[in-house]
């Protein structure tokens, strides 16, 4: 009997607790939809709370409703099901016990109740505002050119730009009469009106007569600032058309930006010019159509320096000590920004006492300066900065362009950020929308995100000393970026006041009042700079990642970027929410730390460029990481204990890459110098590919759901027989058509003596890859060094379809250009190919010259150092050669002879839509600066300055021939460390 009621007993538990398990998931699976739901509900309402009527509450109201959504996205995906699970706490969870879902309903109750708590608030606003929505901030309605038509002082370096201006109102001889309109673009405060109206203010006309008439004609744009915006746009056309004193036209208020132009054009003569001054660079390029774009940079430190104390109205050396030795410290914090200069200079006279009886110092001016433009100090000698600034961010309407600038603004001044890798890190954090229509990727819209910024000038190009080539489109970011110094400063304050990102440098706390030190930032930035540590005296113990964050709350940082820092010590597991976890040189990571990052749930960027790292490669605990969506290894040293010299010789690693990392179900982007796992053994069923055994045990499922989009890069060579395996394992990966760009190198980097060769069998295997992937690759890279290359005389498996790779870069010996590039003149109409990089390839110029039948061809580089090359000759003879080509690029000792045959009465020229044309060559006595006449599109040329310095007369030839262009392009002068950059 007691058996029988065991059993009894035993049965109805386990009813219940079947019962309750059904009833536990049933009621989470509901909680969890609904506050997916209420999720993307806030995401739309923030993303459209950029209009406002009521600042204060709106701030706030919409700032707490951002951390509500950030805690929903933490405790939803740390909800989701673990990769693996110990069968000890399976077993635990049938009984009832360690079961996590009671909690994790309690925490969506939690959120509900803080979302009631919002909503109650809204309510109650409303009730007493009158207002729908709670508002963020609101624009300054006066905004507009700030600096006064009639300036007491005289423009400080100013003249050069002023004597550019006015060479380009005159008309050159051999060029057609014709109105021209220049504009002026540059970031806000950099004296665009200034320069403008001392150019206005300049007497001589088109042909150094002086004009009939003039107008100057301001309007205070309504923000946020819309180029189209119709109102604005008909509102300055009746007042240009008043100040010309023109005949009234029908003029009515739906006039858009584009008919304002054409609509003042007619009331033109053909000697006319206008000039515009704008922000935006796509305006600039609207209203420039015909004309000329001229890019005002920021001042010098001299000039600088002088306008400061001009500004101020004292001699710098009357001032103590401190003043005279530190004052250049005021001046770079500004970043040559004449509106920031004025508010300092403001400040610094008001303060003028204070300074002389020490009792201000010029660290506490730049201390204070990013709080003096956030508005937070409340100085009146910041005002007109600090509202051009708010206006300037409060401009960009998107919520997500505000977001995606805050990203970037979590860096200090002088550390720059890769371009490629900052679009990944925002679709890491899911900083960009995906649109719901499926039509545009997120990557889509995290490039035009960065291109916006760019436009508006906030994020700029920063030195690059791997390239300092400039872009090939002027304005533009070809690599690293940074964001304007002086926005710069007033990001920082805005990061901080709504607590979503804290910069850390040196272990001081950066912008920051005594009341935020202990927030819980969801963005972290530390970096460590020796340079700066050594100048003010620091401890090298500052380094240590561990010291730099005692006491902030790490448990909700989202995104955590450390630079140069030590990671020993550093307790990971504070951060269960990370997505970006970005060590950029760091040191200390052992194999412990690295498993410990493979720990990290919901962790979607992983970036250890740079690193040193002491253990033998990745970890197999890599592959647990379900959400990873980019792993970057490049660059990094591996420290095997006793053999550290060895590892300093080899700088560059390469990694073995663990076979179950290829089956992540997210993973896009993975950037390292990988050998390819030697598991991957056996032909697939089907023949056309080779995979994991656990791919091929799945029925390859997992290999189907393979995202991987690129793959830079692969070393496939070695011996005969490891050669060939590693290039038998690449066809592991001709089956995913969802990878699109792919980077190959023959042999180790780094490693010295003998290397061995690659055999025709091996050459044939990866053509065999190569053939069948050419309609669907979009970037192929290939780097053998030395070797030949003349392999890649193929065409397609399909001859009548032409080749869709959009970039090639080749490195290697070449007799002839590949034929999967020229094959015939019938696919070579319709190549895809935008992009050609060839580097020592040994082609003669005649070779090269079947190049110009590329029709989508718009960036050429070409780096050479044999004789075939610099001894030929560049014969264009051909009118509608290169008739796509935007940039040339041409890097060897010394540049070719370039013959230009001009066709037809209207000479027509190869390359005419060329607009910059980059000659770094020591010797550029091959090309007649004159010829750059024919290209009537030309805004930049980019020369070696040691080409300019060895000889007088061809630098002053540039100038002449500058100055004779329509365009008057810009020459600019860089220095080359060496060929191969």
């Known amino acids: 009997m007691d058996i029988f009621r065991a059993v009894e007993s035993a049965s109805v538990k386990i009813f219940d607790l079947i019962k309750t398990e059904y009833e536990l998931r049933n009621k989470m699976e509901n909680k969890i939809k609904s506050i997916s739901l209420v999720m993307n509900m806030m995401n739309v309402f923030i993303s459209s709370s950029s209009r406002s009527k009521a600042e204060a509450f709106g701030e706030k109201w919409v700032m707490q409703l951002q951390e509500l959504l950030y805690d929903m996205e933490d405790a939803l995906d740390l909800m989701g099901p673990k990769t693996k699970v110990s069968f000890l706490k399976r077993a635990l969870r049938t009984v009832g016990l360690m079961d996590p879902r009671p909690q994790h309903i309690l925490l969506i109750q939690e959120l509900d109740e803080r979302l009631k708590i919002l909503l109650e608030l809204w309510d109650q606003f409303r009730d007493q505002s009158g207002e729908d929505t709670p508002a963020t901030t609101k624009p300054d309605e006066t905004a507009g050119p700030r600096v006064p038509l009639g300036c007491r002082l005289a423009p400080v370096g100013i003249q050069h730009h002023k004597d550019d201006l006015i060479d380009l109102l005159q008309h050159v001889d051999g060029q057609p009469k014709q109105l021209r309109v220049i504009s002026i673009v540059g970031f806000r405060g950099v004296g665009k009106t200034t320069l403008a109206n001392e150019v206005y203010c300049h007497d001589d006309g088109s042909d150094g007569e002086p004009f009939d008439c003039k107008a100057f004609v301001r309007v205070a744009w309504s923000a946020p600032l819309a180029a189209e915006s119709k109102d604005d746009a008909a509102r300055l056309l009746k007042e240009t058309v008043y100040q010309l004193h023109c005949a009234s036209a029908d003029i009515n208020d739906n006039t858009d930006i584009m008919t304002l132009r054409e609509t003042i054009c007619k009331f033109l003569q053909d000697k006319s010019r206008i000039i515009v001054t704008t922000s935006v660079q796509s305006v600039a390029k609207k209203c420039s159509l015909g004309g000329f774009m001229y890019r005002l940079e920021g001042l010098n430190e001299v000039d600088s320096d002088k306008l400061l104390w001009q500004l101020v109205g004292c001699d710098r050396n009357e001032l103590p000590q401190d003043v005279q030795s530190h004052s250049v410290d005021i001046v770079r914090k500004c970043d040559g920004l004449p509106l920031a200069l004025t508010g300092v200079a403001e400040y610094v006279r008001l303060k003028l006492e204070d300074l002389r009886r020490g009792e201000l110092r010029c660290s506490a001016i730049v201390r204070d300066l990013g709080n003096n433009l956030a508005g937070r100090l409340h100085n009146a000698a910041f005002k007109a900065a600090h509202a051009t600034l708010k206006e300037c961010y409060e401009g960009l309407y998107s919520h997500d362009l505000k977001t995606c600038l805050l990203s970037v603004s979590m860096f200090p001044k002088n550390y720059s950020i890769r371009r490629k890798s900052l679009v990944r890190r925002w679709m890491a954090e899911q900083l960009v929308p995906v649109p719901f229509d499926g039509q545009e990727h997120a990557s889509t819209v995290a490039d035009k995100n960065f291109e916006k910024l760019v436009d508006r000038i906030m994020i700029q190009r920063a030195d690059d000393e791997e390239d300092p080539a400039p872009a090939v489109v002027p304005g533009a970011v070809k690599n690293k970026c940074r964001v304007q110094g002086v926005l710069l400063d007033f990001l920082h304050n805005k990061s901080v006041s709504s607590k979503f990102a804290r910069l850390i440098q040196n272990g001081e706390h950066l912008q920051t009042t005594s009341g935020d030190n202990n927030l819980g930032p969801r963005r972290l930035a530390i970096v460590y700079d020796p340079k700066a540590n050594r100048a003010g005296g620091g401890n090298s113990n500052k380094a240590k990642l561990a010291e730099m964050v005692e006491g902030l709350d790490l448990s909700h940082v989202r995104s955590l970027t450390a630079a140069g820092t030590e990671l020993s010590d550093f307790k990971l597991k504070r951060c269960k929410v990370l997505r970006v976890l970005d060590l950029d040189g760091c040191t200390g990571i052992t194999g412990g730390v690295l498993r410990r990052i493979c720990k990290l749930k919901v962790l979607r960027y992983l970036s250890l460029r740079g690193t040193t790292i002491d253990a033998c490669g990745l970890p197999a605990e890599i592959a647990e990481m379900r959400f990873l969506e980019t792993l970057d290894v490049r660059d990094i040293v591996i420290v095997v204990r006793g053999s550290k010299s060895k590892a300093e010789e080899d700088h560059v690693a390469t990694i073995t890459l663990p076979c179950n990392v290829l089956c992540l179900p997210y993973l896009k982007y993975l950037f390292g110098a990988f050998e390819l796992p030697r598991d991957i053994a056996g032909p697939a069923r089907g023949g056309l590919a080779l995979w994991p055994k656990a791919a091929r045990a799945s029925g390859g499922a997992a290999a189907q759901a393979c995202k991987l989009h690129t793959l830079a890069g692969i070393f496939i060579g070695g011996g005969d027989r490891e050669g060939h395996q590693r290039l038998q394992n690449l066809f592991g990966l001709m089956h995913q058509d969802r990878l699109k760009k792919i980077k190959i190198w023959w042999n180790k980097k780094g490693v010295k ?229």
């Open 753 to 981: 003596g003998s290397k061995p060769k690659p055999t025709t069998a091996h050459t044939d295997l990866l053509v065999k890859f190569l053939e069948n992937r050419c309609f669907t690759l979009e970037s192929l890279s290939l780097d053998f060094g030395d070797e030949s290359l003349d392999f890649l005389d193929f065409a397609p498996v399909n001859a009548h379809l032409p080749c869709k790779i959009e970039s090639v870069k080749l490195r290697g010996k070449l007799s002839k250009l590949p034929a999967f590039i020229t094959a015939n003149e019938h696919t070579m109409l319709d190549h895809a190919l935008s992009k050609l990089y060839l580097s020592y390839t040994g082609l003669s110029c005649e070779a090269l010259l079947l190049l110009q039948c590329l029709p989508n061809l718009k960036y050429l580089k070409l780096i050479e150092d044999n004789s075939n090359f610099t001894d030929g000759t560049l014969t264009l003879n051909d009118a509608r050669g290169f008739r796509s080509l935007r940039g040339l690029h041409v890097q060897a000792p010394k540049l070719p002879k370039v013959i230009i045959v001009v066709s037809g009465k209207d000479k027509t020229v190869a390359m005419k839509h060329l607009t910059t044309l980059q000659l770094l060559c020591k010797d550029i006595s091959g090309f007649q600066a004159a010829h750059i006449d024919y290209f009537h599109r030309l805004e930049q040329v980019v020369l070696l300055k040691s080409s300019l310095d060895i000889n007088e007369k061809t630098a002053m030839e540039w100038e002449e021939a500058r100055k004779k262009h329509m365009n008057r392009p810009r020459i600019d002068t860089i220095e080359c460390r060496g060929q191969d950059q």
